[in-house]
């Protein structure tokens, strides 16, 4: 089964996995395929749902064109295949006899009635991985619930905490939680593989996206704060009340984010306001310590910010704090996040070349290694690319057979 | 007792805060030796409560499983001890500035050569090079820069997580790349320096917005809880106080589905509602409408009534939520800590929220400052008893 295709080992390039997945699992096979692995990505003849959801390269409204598809699926491999056959099943178990792992993010249940859960592919393939990725998890009352990404931030906790104290609840950007679901699955699937490959043992895992969201906000002690003190967590707006000088400030030209955590840091900003308002009241020792210290005078230290960081740029408030070793960042748009040469000279964006939308700048993986990274970065598969090579070349079928199956709907 | 994954893999963490800590916390639950160096000149800010004193409630869900030896690196002394032991370790994980490592006494080509299996997991907030790599970085802060502050809240006043988001996502990232680095040290016997910064890892998270903007110059921004794509999507306001409910439809048979499970109101029957644009047109008029109903019913009420009928949907929950939910319950999420200190028996979050089934996450106590000296210095380095007490008398183990 683990085969070497990379003339120079990756990371994970001794690993091949199946991915039935949607926008709650797709991430999770991205992760495991930038990081080298041969993830083949599973799709229906019609091409798998996410191609269809939007932004769409210049709005062009297109298979190969979904930029959501096209961000979530580099350096995978498509082939197509109607799960719900079973011509298609039979198929599918010969590639699992091949593989090391099935992901899968469809409702609970789906893969079952087809006969394709873990029980009967792990007869197949007795030393294989399975890991399934739902909203609320494959046991419990809630396992057939429907969800998407708010109700996952919802349930999870997260949007209690998140907005103003006088307003609404609020999602956070960009589809959180369908990513941290799938985080918490590449690592349950990559550390099973590992165990797989010392001990020859498969399993089975089970992530709950919400269960995800729950933990990545685990610093909120929601639960202890209610075990405790009966307390409920409340949104605490962009500043907070507990510590300080801990949020968002405006400045002349937007926002930026003051986080001092330190004594020392507090002793600087505070100089430094004291240099540009003139405030002298702001140096009064009661205020220094840590942010904790200060909390009992947010009221009046917030009036003293706000004076402060409206006369200054949020760059100038960046760069200038920043050489006063003080924590503040700007609140970067996408635009702004896209051209930040931090992040450029770093090397962390890849060029992804596609042969339908052309050359495009995405993000890479958020970590470098030594040894063992990808030394070329795959555009998304076009649907049904690597049928040939995986059907005919990989489980020796012939190109007659591909024609049959095609004309049939298998793939 | 079940097996665990990374029996007989020894973790060692120099690291504060939340990230780097996380991603050893991940480490241990898969059952690694996690020894966490630390000292209490500078406390990892995780020991501490709310009130800022020590021994907090939430210490289990970054420390448990860990062992604690405490080390002031200040010292000529504990620095060799410190090279010692990283050569007898699998993985060491810091969260210094660039030029931390070296400033400390730490040659990294030299732990290297007397251990070429290790593997160093190295995680500044910024990364290691390019103009910002100095900079002091906190989560809190890191999301604002990477972009998640903008593109969440609505339109003209960002907002993030009220919490380090980004720390979290980072220890979950670099727990993924000593899982891959491992693997690859299996089949090829070589250790490597891994470099996972905190700006990267929260900047990796922004879905399809980076590509947009590359393709189409679009620079997606906050737009409260409505969606691009679905009609309508939104938090409503139900029975209580500060109890509030979300829903999201997802195509026009949900959109009936709704009607239905809401006794299809006489508003509802207007045929452009039929319609996704035409949905899209009037979402003010119908979040009101919606938002009629749920304000007379409890959070609970709406989200069994439309769950029922295969509608997204879901209560805001908070802490009281959390702690009587049946399915959390059934899936035994919150792990007990028994016998702490100061709060005695207390629920903590699975870290990670991994379901093996062969080898189950480990949960277990965190441990005091300097709990595992004797086992650290005594029987993994080989000092002896009196040797131990010099060096605490010393202060070097303090």
């Known amino acids: 089964m683990a085969r070497s295709r ?9 690993y091949r996995i199946l991915e039935i997945t949607d926008e709650q699992g797709e991430y999770c096979g991205k992760r495991l395929a930038d990081l080298g692995a041969d993830v083949i990505k599973i799709e229906n003849p019609q091409g798998s749902k996410t191609r269809f959801k939007g932004p769409f390269f210049h709005d062009q409204v297109d298979l190969e064109k979904s930029l959501n598809f096209l961000h979530y699926n580099t350096n995978k491999r498509s082939i197509t295949l109607n799960l719900e056959c079973r011509d298609g099943q039979e198929l599918f178990k010969k590639l699992v006899k091949r593989a090391d792992a099935v992901i899968e993010s469809m409702p609970v249940g789906y893969l079952a009635a087809l006969g394709l859960d873990y029980k009967s592919l792990s007869a197949v393939n ?6 399934s990725i739902s909203p609320f998890g494959q046991t419990g009352p809630h396992k057939n619930w429907e969800a998407t990404d708010i109700v996952n931030m919802a349930m999870g906790g997260f949007m209690q905490s998140c907005g103003e104290p006088d307003g609404m609840p609020l999602r956070g ?4 939680s369908l990513q941290i679901g799938s985080q918490c699955a590449a690592i349950g699937t990559a550390a099973a593989l590992y165990y797989k490959s010392m001990t020859g043992k498969g399993q089975y895992v089970d992530i709950s996206i919400q269960e995800c969201v729950l933990t990545y906000g685990h610093e909120q002690a929601t639960a202890q704060s209610w075990a405790f003190h009966q307390n409920n967590v409340v949104r605490a707006g962009a500043r907070t009340k507990w510590a300080f000088p801990y949020g968002l400030f405006p400045c002349k030209d937007g926002w930026a984010i003051i986080a001092t955590v330190q004594a020392s840091e507090w002793d600087q900003l505070s100089a430094w306001i004291h240099e540009v308002t003139g405030n002298a009241e702001v140096l009064d020792d009661v205020f220094k310590g840590t942010l904790f210290d200060r909390a009992p005078y947010v009221d009046i230290l917030t009036v003293y910010l706000l004076e402060f960081s409206q006369k200054l740029t949020k760059d100038e408030f960046f760069l200038e704090g920043q050489k006063r070793k003080i924590p503040i960042m700007p609140v970067h748009s996408i635009e702004e996040a896209m051209n930040c040469p931090q992040l450029t000279e770093w090397g962390f964006f890849k060029n992804v070349s596609h042969p339908v939308v052309g050359d495009l700048k995405d993000t890479g993986n958020p970590d470098r290694y030594a040894e063992g990274n990808l030394d070329v ?3 998304a598969p076009l ?3 690597h049928n040939e090579e995986v059907y005919c070349s990989e489980i020796g079928l012939c190109k007659d057979d591909l024609a049959v199956l095609r004309s049939n709907g298998v793939i | 007792m079940k097996d665990t994954i990374l029996k007989g893999i020894r973790v060692v963490e120099l690291a504060r805060f939340v990230a780097a800590p996380m991603c050893a916390r991940i480490l241990a639950a898969l059952g690694a030796e ?20 020590r021994d907090g409630y939430r210490w289990p869900d970054s ?19 410190m090279k010692k032991l990283l050569q007898i370790s699998d993985v060491f994980i810091e969260n210094m500035l660039p030029d931390g490592p070296s400033k400390l006494g730490l040659d990294y080509a030299e732990i290297r050569r007397n251990n070429p299996k290790l593997i160093i997991v190295r995680m500044p907030g910024l990364g290691l090079a390019g103009p910002y790599r100095d900079f002091v970085a906190y989560g809190l802060a890191v999301q604002a820069l990477g972009g998640l502050d903008d593109t969440t809240g609505f339109p003209g006043s960002p907002i993030g997580p009220n919490f380090s988001y980004p720390d979290y996502i980072s220890g979950a990232h670099a727990a993924l790349s000593v899982i891959a680095a491992l693997d690859y040290r299996r089949r090829t016997g070589r250790g490597q320096i891994i470099e996972a910064p905190l700006y990267m890892a929260m900047s ?5 917005a980076p590509l947009e903007y590359s393709a189409n110059k679009i620079s997606v921004k906050g737009m409260g809880n409505r969606d691009r794509y679905m009609f309508p999507h939104n938090a409503y306001k139900c029975k209580g106080e500060d109890r509030w409910c979300v829903i999201a439809v997802r195509s026009d048979d949900e959109w009936k589905g709704l009607c239905k499970a809401l006794g299809n109101p006489s508003w509802a029957k207007k045929p452009e509602y039929d319609t996704v644009l035409g949905r899209r047109n009037k979402i003010d008029e119908i979040d009101s409408h919606i938002q009629e109903w749920t304000s007379v019913r409890t959070a609970e009420d709406v989200v069994e009534t439309l769950q029922k009928s295969g509608i997204p949907s879901g209560i805001v929950v908070k802490g009281s939520d959390m702690m009587s939910d049946p399915h959390l319950k059934e899936r035994d999420y919150f792990k007990i800590t028994t016998n702490h200190p100061r709060y005695g028996s207390h629920p903590n979050y699975s870290v990670p929220p991994i379901l093996f089934s062969e080898t189950p996450c480990l949960f277990g106590p965190a441990p005091k400052l300097g709990e595992h000296n004797d086992y650290v210095y005594g029987k993994l380095l080989g000092l002896s008893k009196a040797e131990i007490k010099s060096n605490t008398d010393a202060g070097i183990f303090a």
């Not at chain 2, 020894?35 to 800010?45: G, N, Q, V």
């Not at chain 2, 080390?71 to 620095?79: M, R, S, T, V």
């Open chain 2, 63 to 81: 420390a448990a499983l860990k062992k604690s030896a405490s080390l002031n690196l200040k010292h000529p002394e504990a620095i060799e001890l």
């Open chain 2, 34 to 53: 996690v020894i966490k160096i630390e000292t209490s000149k500078a406390l990892d800010m995780q020991r501490l409560d709310a009130d800022n004193t």
């Open chain 1, 377 to 379: 970065w795959k555009a």
């Open chain 2, 204 to 208: 990796s998270l922004l879905r399809s």
């Open chain 1, 6 to 14: 990379a003339k120079t080992e990756t990371l994970l390039g001794c």
């Open chain 1, 126 to 131: 007795p030393a294989l991985v399975m890991t």
């Open chain 1, 383 to 385: 649907l049904g690319q």
């Open chain 1, 173 to 176: 950007g960009c589809e959180q």
